[in-house]
């Protein structure tokens, strides 16, 4: 069982926006400005989206977007495209003897 | 272009050993926490091991303490997990990843491991 809690999915008409959370603890999402978000596809490695909360890798649209407030982080997609159809997981550091946990994935379908 | 190539995965039986490696090149190796993080079939993704730049501090997910090792070469640039005492619950895809508290930026392509009878 995941530490975090995302949605297990999330759909949107191309050139919406939509929004996927990250709900965790005090002990992880609220304690630390260290949540990441990663695109995973099928059969495919996850790649780094989002850092520290609301920063974009070099190379990263920025149709992506991060934001926290309290336990909850989230991730928006805005301008969604049939290539924004795959997974995405959340992870944050954590104060626990696990020091890094995933949400379960939230998978995104562009309708 | 920074790169992580796995190899050493496989079918084994339970209770059998495994030791994966994990290649780095372009990037400063020595310098960075080192981890693995694994998939099983159809699931999410499991932090399972991480390891310091200079291999002083080594951390485990509770399911694999006892049983797993993370190590590395700095000189080779290469990070290892030695797996012991496999059982199904094992069955994944690992991947090894580059980072640090913030997240992790650069992954591998992944090496399927399968432990069944």
């Known amino acids: 069982q995941s530490a975090l809690t995302q949605p297990a999915s999330v759909s949107g008409s191309p050139g919406q926006s939509i929004t996927i959370s990250c709900t965790g603890t005090?002990?992880?999402?609220?304690?630390?400005?260290?949540v990441s978000w990663y695109q995973q596809y099928p059969g495919k490695a996850p790649k780094l989206m989002i850092w520290?909360?609301?920063n974009r890798p070099s190379g990263v649209s920025n149709r992506f977007s991060g934001s926290k407030s309290g336990n909850t982080a989230s991730l928006t997609i805005s301008g969604l495209q049939a290539e924004d159809e795959a997974d995405y997981y959340c992870?944050?550091?954590?104060?626990?003897?696990?020091?890094?946990?995933f949400g379960p994935g939230t998978k995104v379908t562009v309708v | 272009e920074v790169q992580l190539v796995e190899s050493g995965g496989g079918l084994v039986q339970p209770g059998e050993s495994l030791r994966l490696s994990c290649a780095a090149s372009?990037?400063?190796?020595?310098?960075?926490?080192m981890r693995w993080v694994r998939q099983a079939p159809g699931k999410g993704l499991e932090w399972v091991a991480d390891i310091k730049g200079d291999g002083s501090e080594k951390r485990y997910v509770d399911s694999v303490k006892g049983r797993f090792t993370i190590s590395r070469d700095n000189g080779n640039s290469s990070l290892y997990l030695q797996m012991n005492s496999l059982t199904v619950a094992d069955t994944a895809v690992y991947y090894c990843a580059r980072g640090g508290v913030w997240g992790f930026d650069v992954w591998g392509q992944g090496t399927m491991v399968t432990v069944s009878s």
């Open positions: 520290e909360v609301s």
């Open positions: 992870s944050s550091y954590t104060s626990t003897t696990t020091p890094h946990v």
């Open positions: 372009a990037f400063a190796f020595r310098t960075y926490y």
């Open positions: 005090s002990s992880d999402v609220g304690r630390y400005n260290y």
